[in-house]
C-alpha cells in the first residue's frame, strides 16, 4: 500500500512559477516509478511529467516540456513539479502516481491539489 499526498497547489496569474509536492508514504520509495497527471473539468487526466526511481531518467509532455521540471528526493520521500511560465491551459487538478518497477501502469494515486492559473 502507497500513499501519496499533493501539496502546493493554488491560485496564480499566467507567466508566474509555483512548485507541487507530493509526500509517498508506505512503500519503499526508490522502488516506485513517478509521475505527474493532470485533469481540468469536461476533459481526461492526461501525462504531464515523469520519473524514474533513480531521478536519472525524465519525461515530459509536449505541452510543459521547457517550463516544467520533475524531481524527487528519496531520502525525504518526496516528489516535485516545478512549473513556470504558468499559462491559463496549465489550470487543472494535478495528481501525483506511483507506479510499480517492471510495469507501465500507475497504480497509486493522491487525492490532486487544484492549480488556477489567472489570465
Known amino acids: 500500500q502507497v500513499q501519496l499526498v499533493e501539496s502546493g497547489g493554488r491560485l496564480v496569474q499566467a507567466g508566474d512559477s509555483l512548485r507541487l509536492s507530493c509526500a509517498a508514504s508506505g512503500r519503499t520509495f526508490i522502488m516506485l516509478r513517478m509521475a505527474w497527471f493532470r485533469q481540468a473539468p469536461g476533459k481526461e487526466r492526461e501525462f504531464v511529467a515523469g520519473?524514474?526511481?533513480?531521478?536519472?531518467?525524465?519525461d515530459y509532455s509536449d505541452s510543459v516540456k521547457g517550463r516544467f521540471t520533475i524531481s524527487r528526493d528519496n531520502a525525504k520521500k518526496m516528489l516535485y513539479l516545478q512549473m513556470n511560465s504558468l499559462k491559463p491551459e496549465d489550470t487543472a487538478i494535478y495528481y501525483c502516481a506511483a507506479g510499480r518497477l517492471a510495469t507501465t501502469t500507475y497504480d497509486y494515486w493522491g487525492q490532486g491539489t487544484q492549480v488556477t492559473v489567472s489570465s
Open positions: 520519473i524514474a526511481w533513480s531521478g536519472g531518467a525524465t
